[in-house]
């Protein structure tokens, strides 16, 4: 699951990278919606760490 998650990540990150290659000015997305999409990841990823790190205290109190 862990990695599924981390790949998930990868993909959203790479998406909006492309997006800001986009030929025109008009068709990149503003600073502020990068910005937004990538601290949604950022969230979402620190998220998954305590998810993770909550599996990992269970696992070592069986």
Partial sequence: MMNENYYREIQ???????????????????????DAQLEGLRVTKTKHQRSDLALAMTALRI
Wanted: a positive charge; one cysteine or more.
């Fill in 12 to 34: 959203e990150a790479a998406r909006v990278a492309v997006k800001c290659t986009r030929a025109t000015r008009e068709e990149r997305p503003k600073m502020t919606e990068v």
